[in-house]
């Protein structure tokens, strides 16, 4: 995890950060860059389990969550409420995180680009690449992949990999998601990993039915891609209240 702030003693608006697959926390960067240029405030940014330089010591993705809870309690700052963003399956992880964090804070769920269909091809596509990777990066040093390279590739979490964890989940996301005092959906066209427009626009649905103040947002031609394509009017939705 990596704390990022401006102006530590004022701001009462924590953001916390969850990259997809076969990527890193650094997938924020610019977006975080951006975002607190805009508006003050606290950035946290989570590696899912075992990915980046991270080594887990946790037995099950649940102690994770536990441990973020408590990191977060530690930083003992009052924020009136919590921006938690999820992009694609990191978008579960978000989910959960926000059911512990519900206990004591507000939170303001943004799932960008979240798989929300049980695709066995897709999944057995993710954990056989997650197989290769995790071999690869057992035979060689670390050290020896470029810094940007080595969130890609899973440290010792094969007991328990979090996309087997991710993938079980899929036909509880309404549940799972419904401990947010809002939730904002937003995923661009022609996703094949995040599925299309009215399978998200559902999900909204389900969760209004649920009694969950919660909104879709098009965010038009970007695929799996809003982060590069579409960075500046994520940041503005982040950036609503």
């Not at 996301?173 to 990993?193: E, H, M, N, T, Y």
Request: proline share 3%; charged share 20%; glycine share 4%.
């Amino acid at each position: 995890m990596i704390l990022l702030n401006k102006n530590f003693n004022n701001s009462k608006n924590l953001y916390i950060f969850v990259h997809g697959a076969y990527d890193n926390l650094w997938t924020w960067r610019y977006l975080v860059d951006d975002l607190q240029n805009k508006k003050d405030s606290i950035c946290i940014l989570v590696n899912l389990p075992g990915y980046f330089i991270e080594q887990q010591s946790e037995k099950n993705i649940y102690d994770y969550v536990k441990k973020i809870y408590l990191f977060i309690q530690d930083i003992n700052g009052y924020f009136e409420k919590i921006y938690l963003v999820g992009f694609s399956i990191g978008g579960i992880f978000s989910g959960l995180l926000c059911k512990e964090l519900s206990q004591r804070y507000e939170v303001k769920l943004f799932l960008i680009s979240i798989p929300i269909e049980f695709n066995p091809y897709l999944i057995n596509l993710r954990i056989r690449i997650d197989s290769i990777l995790n071999y690869v990066s057992n035979c060689f040093p670390r050290k020896w992949f470029p810094l940007n390279l080595r969130g890609k590739f899973k440290s010792s979490y094969s007991k328990y990999t979090y996309l087997r964890m991710a993938s079980s989940q899929l036909d509880d996301l309404v549940d799972i998601f419904s401990f947010a005092k809002q939730v904002i959906i937003l995923c661009g066209r022609l996703d094949p990993i995040a599925g299309s427009i009215s399978q998200q626009l559902k999900l909204s649905y389900d969760l209004q039915n649920k009694g969950i103040n919660s909104k879709f947002y098009d965010l038009g031609y970007t695929s799996h891609f809003p982060l590069l394509i579409n960075r500046s009017k994520l940041v503005d939705f982040l950036c609503e209240e």
